[in-house]
């Protein structure tokens, strides 16, 4: 119904910089906020940035200054600019949209990417 697909990730030197893209398709009315996850072998899953349809965004303290939110509501995607890549960056990234639909009821889901993984060498 609604699928959410990722692109962007790969393997990239330390201080280096890439840029994920999530593309939501399907069955949606609109779309309230969208975020990256992200989760490291063996530690959880983690928020690393989010943004409001309305474009206030909320990042995690690790990131802040190097990594970048944004969106593009006119064609549902969301974006991660990461700057000045740390090793510890290195994780698999997952993007989630809560999606709202009006068929057959009123109701917001959140829909999860397939992840990208993201390789930080030192």
């Known amino acids: 119904q609604v699928q959410l697909v990722e692109s962007g990730g790969g393997l990239v030197q330390a201080g280096g910089s890439l840029r994920l893209s999530c593309a939501a398709s399907?069955?949606?009315?609109?779309?309230?906020?969208m975020g990256w996850y992200r989760q490291a072998p063996g530690k959880q899953r983690e928020l690393v940035a989010s943004i409001t349809s309305g474009g206030s965004t909320n990042y995690a303290d690790s990131v802040k200054g190097r990594f970048t939110i944004s969106r593009d509501n006119a064609k549902n995607t969301v974006y991660l600019q990461m700057d000045s890549l740390k090793p510890e960056d290195t994780a698999v990234y997952y993007c989630n949209a809560d999606v709202v639909r009006v068929y057959p009821g009123r109701a917001t889901i959140r829909y999860w990417g397939q992840g990208t993984q993201v390789t930080v060498s030192s």
């Open positions: 399907g069955s949606i009315f609109s779309i309230n906020a």
